[in-house]
C-alpha cells in the first residue's frame, strides 16, 4: 500500500518502523479502531521525521490477513484511521507497507526477508545503508541487517532485553536498544 505516491521526497535515507509494538500498543492481531493506541513518542517521531522530510515507511507483518482473523478492508480502515492522526503534510510522507501472508507461505515480503522495504523504495532515491530501522521483534533486526541497514534500533519499552541474547555477536554489536523513540528523534537532530 503506497500513499501520495507523487510526493517529492528531499533525503536520500528513510525511517523504518515496525507497527505493531513501536507504533501502538501490541495486544497481538490489532486490527480494531478501539484496540489501537498510538505511542506519544512514535506520534511524535512521525512528525518530527516528517516535517524534516525524511520518508517514514511502515513496515509491518500482518499474518492476521491471511490466518482470516480480519480482511483487507479491516486493515486499510485502520491504516485510514492512523494516518487521519497527521497533517495532511505528514501524511504525504508515510509510505505503509504490509505482508498479508501466514508464516509458513513462503511469501518473499514477510519479514525477515527484505521485498516489502525493496518495494516501497521503488522509484525513490533511498539508501538503505544509510536509513533507520526501529523494531521490536527479532525479524526486524535481520530484515535490517540483510539490507544493510547501518542504524538499527531494537525497541523494548519494558527495557527487557533478553531477545537479544539470540542475536550473534555480530549482529548484536549493530544493534542498539533503546525503551524510547525520544531516542530516535535526539539520534534524527544530528543526523544528515
Same mark, same amino acid.
Given at each position: ?7 517529492? /521526497? ?136 540483510? /539490507? ?39 539520534? /534524527?537532530?544530528?543526523?544528515?
Amino acid at each position: 500500500m503506497k500513499n501520495f505516491p507523487n510526493y517529492s /521526497l528531499n533525503k536520500n535515507f528513510g525511517l523504518f518502523l515496525d507497527r505493531d509494538g513501536v507504533i501502538n500498543e501490541d495486544f497481538g492481531y490489532v486490527y480494531k479502531i478501539s484496540d489501537f493506541f498510538i505511542y506519544k513518542d512514535a506520534f511524535e517521531l512521525i512528525n518530527y521525521a516528517s516535517q524534516k522530510k525524511i520518508p517514514v515507511f511502515i513496515v509491518t507483518n500482518q499474518s492476521g490477513i491471511g490466518r482470516g482473523f480480519y480482511s483487507f478492508e479491516d486493515f486499510r480502515l485502520l491504516n485510514e484511521y492512523f494516518l487521519s492522526k497527521f497533517s495532511d503534510e505528514i501524511r504525504k510522507n508515510i509510505f505503509i507497507g504490509y505482508c498479508p501472508h501466514k508464516p509458513n507461505q513462503k511469501c518473499l515480503c514477510r519479514k525477515p526477508k527484505t521485498y516489502m522495504f525493496e518495494r516501497l523504495i521503488k522509484r525513490k532515491n533511498i539508501h538503505f545503508n544509510k536509513s533507520i530501522m526501529v523494531g521490536d521483534q527479532l525479524s526486524d533486526i535481520f530484515a535490517a541487517w540483510k /539490507l544493510k541497514i547501518n542504524n538499527i534500533y531494537f525497541l523494548n519499552r519494558k527495557s527487557n532485553f533478553d531477545e537479544m541474547n539470540k542475536l550473534s555477536y555480530v549482529v548484536k554489536n549493530r544493534v542498539k536498544t533503546t525503551n524510547s523513540l525520544y531516542e530516535i528523534i535526539n539520534f /534524527l537532530k544530528n543526523y544528515q
